[in-house]
């Protein structure tokens, strides 16, 4: 596997990732009928380093670093990842997440945060746990699932120093 900087040629590729995890709605903040040109304003913003997993040539998976908070908060970085389901459970996510850990110390990032890690994910619990991240707090209720439930979120954290 090769994780490289994103171009905009990489769009279809990760759109083609990231759009079943909007549909189903369990994962992602964004809206179900969230389109592919509102989808890209979002993953590929200015503000966003976006990197791309590559297998055989083809993208199997996106994230990207930036940021958490403007100014004194800006030591601390967020993240956010989507992996194409015909590649899931082949460690590209956890690839991803080292790769923004190390990106992240290069760019002088004290600590990374995911904002909303959603409860009932338990497979991505388990992979940010095993990649050394603690859950932070508890958000109750935080979190609407497409059958109506409200399910906790959790703030999860590392230390990069």
């Known amino acids: 596997m090769d994780i490289r900087p994103a ?20 994962t992602l903040t964004l809206d179900r009928a969230t389109t592919s040109d509102q989808a890209k304003a979002y993953w590929m913003a200015p503000a966003h380093e976006v990197s791309v997993a590559v297998i055989d040539g083809e993208v199997v998976g996106s994230s990207f670093l930036r940021p958490n908070q403007p100014g004194p ?15 899931a459970g082949r460690g ?6 080292r ?12 600590a990374l945060q995911f904002n909303i890690v959603i409860s009932t994910n338990t497979r ?3 992979a940010w746990q095993g990649e050394g991240f603690h859950i932070a707090g508890t958000l109750p209720g935080a979190f609407q699932r497409p059958n109506g439930d409200y399910v906790d979120a959790y703030v999860m954290f590392k230390s990069l120093v």
């Open 7 to 26: 171009t905009d040629a990489d769009w279809p590729a990760i759109w083609a990732a990231m759009e079943p995890a909007i549909r189903e709605g369990e």
């Open 99 to 110: 790769h923004t850990q190390e990106r992240g110390r290069e760019r002088g990032f004290r």
């Open 124 to 126: 991505a619990v388990k």
């Open 73 to 87: 908060g800006s030591h601390v970085g967020n993240c956010g990842y989507v992996v194409s389901p015909k590649a």
């Open 92 to 97: 590209i996510a956890r690839a991803l997440c």
